[in-house]
Each structure stands twice: as structure tokens, then as C-alpha cells.
């Protein structure tokens, strides 16, 4: 009788050869991968599945579909891992092709987000500006900020523009390097610091009236 | 420029410490001074405390078993491409693909009911689905025994490499065993 799984691990007890690919950091999980062990790939896969679907949802607002990019993501990651440059940051790679997948998802469909803050819109791409002070006439009561204080700021960064919107999850969400963010984005350096800023100031000023 | 103005401009760089020493204190002494530009800091800081705070998705259960079944078409592909290029007649009895999908893993049963598969390979292995559901030890032990049972009908097996991708000790059993056949067995 064939037993084919029988023959599969390298190292005797598959628990511990799992154990063991826990240890390897993200380079050493592909090299791992590509020099044979294809448990290697599954250890990635739980690495990054969350945090995956986490940014893909906060860039694109579809639950159901940022579940459907992540796994094309990782589709696309076992494809082609052959090929990966292994001098580069795997985690920046990954980041990479979700970002894409997730800017073609919002480019191919027509969003029709809640509009809560319609004063704002034009002025995205201008420069950082302070914020007004308060005023009482729009301010919502305590009772209202504190119960919707976390929808309300998950409503905001939906607001933003695309490219406000992926930057600034990328920085702090994710925790990314500016350099990073330009490498996921393709942006360049300069672009990725003043997209931030201006994202920063946009929230700031859609948030502000819920804060203080 | 005033100072308000260069505080904003440049307040992305000091938030992410990506200042010149002197610029940075520079920008202190400004937050010190300035009320408004004090209340921006406020606003950005709570208000990126909190997106930070909010609830983590959780992938959905056949999250794993999904992909899986990716992974396996893929590497389907994949060796029906190579097989395609060794000779040409295997293309024509590759792809038998035999393959248990444990716990109600529709889209895989939904699979086979379209005839993608050998009928003989799927009625054999239909009666594993419920037994893997119920199985909790290891699940390469449980995908041994059918995968002898997909040899004693005359199927050439060929490991495919992700058996244990996603397999939880602890969680449900996800595991999807796959094979394919290299050779013509099923097809006489
Ligand atoms: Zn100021």
C-alpha cells in the first residue's frame, strides 16, 4: 500500500518541523519554501492572513471582497514566488500586490460611500491647514461622540481619497517606513510624505468636531 | 510663511520623528506656544489611537480551505501544463483529480458533481468527506488511508506539497487532501 504523505517531511515530527518554521523570519520562511519545504508557504500564509485582510479592507470598506483579494493575493505570491527578489522585503512585496489588487477593485467599481462630509471634499489636495475652531452648531453631544466615536473615524478614513486613504493606513496601521510606502504604492518619496500630510490634515479636520 | 503654516506642513515629519534635531525642537517650542497647532496634534494623535483601536477582521472559516483549493487547481495546472509538454497523449488523461474536501466544503462537492473528476475516484471518496469531518487527530494519517484507497482502485497518486498547508490541531478540521492521477488508469 502507497502511503504518499508518509514520505513528505523532512524532519521526522511534522509538529516540530512546524515549530521550527515559526522560528525563520520572512526571508528564511521563502528560502525555506524554495529550497523545498513547502510548509514554508503555509507558515507565510498564517503570518499574513489577517493583517492582510485588515489593510484590505481599510483600503477598499468591502468585507466581503478584501476576503476574496487576500486570497488572490497569496495566489499571486505562490505563483511567482520562484521569482522573488530575495534581497528585497518579502512583507513589502506581499504588501505590494494587495495594494494593487485592492486599487483595481476601487478603480473598477463606482463607490458610493455614506457622504457625511461633503464641505470638505474639494479641498483635499490643497495644503495643510489649520483647524476651525469649534463650532457648536455641528458638534455633536458627548453622549453621540462617545457611542459612535469609532464608526465615525472608520467613516473618515473611508472618506478619504484613494490615495490618501492607502497611505495613511499604510503608516498607521501598518507601521510602514515612508520608504516602504513607496515602494508598495509606487509612488516616489516625496509624493508618499506630502500624500501623508495632506491625509493627516483631511482627517484632522473631519475628526476634529468629534475629539475635543 | 508663518509659523502656524510651517507647523502643518511640517507636521507629518515630526510626528513620524523624520526631523532634523533642530527642526524638531523648533516644532516643540511651537506646539508649546500655539494652542491651535496643540489641538491639531491632539486631533491627529486620538484620532489615530482610536483607527488603530478598532475591531480586527477575522477571516471567515473556509478562508483556509478555500485557498487550498486554489493552490491545488493551480498546481493542477501546473502539471497539466507539464504533462502537456512530455507527450500529447497524457494531456488527454491527465487532470484526473481525486480529492476530499473535509467538513462540507461545498464549492470542492460542487466540484465533482460538475464531472470535472472521474466518477469512479469521486463515488469512492464521497464517504470520506463525513468521516474527515469527524476526524480530529492528524489529518496527513486520515488522508493516508484514503489516498490507499484511491491506489487499491487503480489510481496512480502523486503527493501534492501543501497536505498539511493549513491543518489546526486545535481548530476544525480544514484539511483538503488532494491527489491526481499521472497515468491512464481511470480512463479504461
Ligand atoms: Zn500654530
Keep these: 500500500m502507497m502511503d504518499v504523505f508518509a514520505r513528505a517531511p523532512k524532519a521526522a515530527d511534522p509538529a516540530s518541523a512546524r515549530s521550527a518554521l515559526k522560528q525563520l523570519d520572512d526571508s528564511g520562511l521563502v528560502a525555506a519554501y524554495l529550497d523545498g519545504e513547502k510548509r514554508a508557504f503555509g507558515e507565510l500564509v498564517e503570518r499574513y492572513q489577517t493583517r492582510l485582510l485588515n489593510f484590505v479592507y481599510r483600503t477598499t470598506g468591502d ?36 495594494s494593487n489588487l485592492a486599487k483595481n477593485e476601487l478603480r473598477n467599481r463606482s463607490r458610493n460611500p455614506l457622504v457625511l462630509f461633503q464641505t470638505i471634499k474639494k479641498n483635499w489636495d490643497a495644503d495643510a491647514r489649520p483647524l476651525e475652531w469649534e463650532d457648536n452648531t455641528y458638534r455633536p453631544d458627548d453622549l453621540f461622540r462617545k457611542r459612535h466615536l469609532k464608526s465615525m473615524v472608520e467613516n473618515t478614513v473611508d472618506q478619504l481619497p484613494e490615495h490618501h486613504r492607502t497611505v495613511f493606513i499604510l503608516r ?15 509612488a516616489n518619496l516625496g509624493t508618499v510624505k506630502s500624500r501623508l500630510n495632506r491625509a493627516r490634515n483631511n482627517f484632522a479636520q473631519l475628526i476634529a468636531p468629534l475629539l475635543d | 510663511m508663518t509659523s502656524c503654516e510651517r507647523f502643518l506642513a511640517g507636521y507629518s515629519a515630526f510626528r513620524d520623528d523624520a526631523l532634523p534635531w533642530e527642526e524638531r ?85 460542487r466540484y465533482y458533481a460538475d464531472g470535472e473528476a ?10 470520506f468527506a463525513a468521516r474527515l469531518a469527524a476526524w480530529d487527530g492528524p489529518a496527513h494519517r486520515e488522508a493516508g488511508r484514503v489516498t490507499s484507497q484511491l491506489v487499491r482502485l487503480g489510481v496512480a497518486v502523486t503527493e501534492l506539497p501543501y497536505h498539511d ?19 491512464d488508469v481511470l480512463a479504461r
Design chain 1, 172 to 186: 498607521e496601521m501598518e507601521g510602514k517606513t515612508y520608504e516602504e510606502i513607496a515602494d508598495i504604492t509606487g
Design chain 2, 118 to 127: 472521474p466518477r469512479q475516484a469521486a463515488a469512492s471518496t464521497v464517504p
Design chain 2, 165 to 183: 498547508l493549513v491543518f489546526k490541531k486545535d481548530g476544525p478540521l480544514v484539511a483538503t487532501v488532494a491527489a491526481y492521477t499521472e497515468g
Design chain 1, 63 to 98: 468585507r466581503e471582497r478584501a476576503e476574496d483579494l487576500v486570497q488572490e493575493t497569496f495566489i499571486r505570491v505562490y505563483r511567482h514566488l520562484h521569482r522573488f527578489d530575495q534581497s528585497k522585503k518579502f512583507s513589502t512585496w506581499i504588501y505590494t500586490i494587495a
Design chain 2, 25 to 109: 525642537v523648533e516644532m516643540e517650542v511651537h506646539l508649546d506656544e500655539c494652542p491651535s497647532c496643540a489641538r491639531y496634534d491632539r486631533v491627529v494623535s486620538r484620532g489615530a489611537d482610536v483607527f488603530r483601536e478598532l475591531p480586527q477582521l477575522e477571516l471567515s472559516e473556509d478562508f483556509a480551505a478555500r485557498l487550498q483549493h486554489r493552490i491545488y487547481t493551480e498546481d493542477l495546472e501546473a502539471a497539466r501544463a507539464r504533462n502537456a509538454s512530455r507527450s500529447a497523449t497524457a494531456l488527454a488523461t491527465m487532470g484526473v483529480a481525486a480529492a476530499i474536501a473535509a467538513a462540507a466544503w461545498v464549492p470542492l462537492v
